[in-house]
């Protein structure tokens, strides 16, 4: 027998940890990798302000248990959600997609050679070189926006081994992008 508590009348199922929680359907979000950021963004405070541990102070123990629970569930959907590579991550888990025989599997030799050369580039630029900076991110940015959508044609398609691959371009793509920000002294 499953279960099931009501807390300011959500029903709440046995809270085993993020990956038992469906984010979509705790910020009543329609599942998939496009989402609308406003409407996660209101369901999040309002979530936050309903269920935040320190509203539960007097309550029953298990009560209190179950809001720090949820509290840090809502926490976690919401880092997950609104992050475009782990909200990637995240619809692959959904469907099922083995990631790590995904990441066995790589994501080709042309893109190989893409993180070489950009790696290269970004590692001889002169970080005072504002204006060259400026163009590695303007090209990494659009490699990336290159990939998500890719990701998100796969997706729709459900060609998830494909969607694999992007998503793991995306993350690349992600990483270089934040290698290759300003950093702020």
Request: charged residues 25%; hydrophobic residues 45%.
């Amino acid at each position: 027998m499953r279960l099931r508590r009501k807390l300011h009348g959500l029903t709440l199922e046995p809270l085993t940890g993020a990956s038992a929680r469906d984010y979509f359907a705790l910020f009543q979000l329609e599942p998939g990798f496009h989402l609308d950021s406003a409407a996660l963004e209101r369901a999040y405070h309002t979530l936050l302000s309903q269920f935040h541990p320190d509203r539960f102070a007097g309550k029953p123990q298990v009560e209190q248990r179950v809001a720090a629970q949820l509290c840090a569930d809502i926490n976690s959907g919401f880092r997950t959600l609104s992050n475009e590579v782990a909200r990637a991550e995240y619809v692959l888990k959904r469907a099922g997609v083995d990631l790590a025989q995904a990441e066995r599997e790589g994501v080709g030799a042309a893109f190989l050679m893409t993180q070489i050369e950009l790696r290269e580039r970004l590692e001889s630029t002169d970080a005072e070189d504002a204006a060259a900076r400026h163009t590695l991110l303007a090209e990494i940015g659009e490699g990336y926006g290159a990939a998500r959508d890719a990701f998100a044609n796969a997706v729709k398609s459900q060609c998830f081994h494909d969607a694999a691959r992007h998503w793991q371009e995306m993350l690349y793509f992600a990483k270089l992008r934040d290698a290759a920000r300003p950093r702020a002294r």
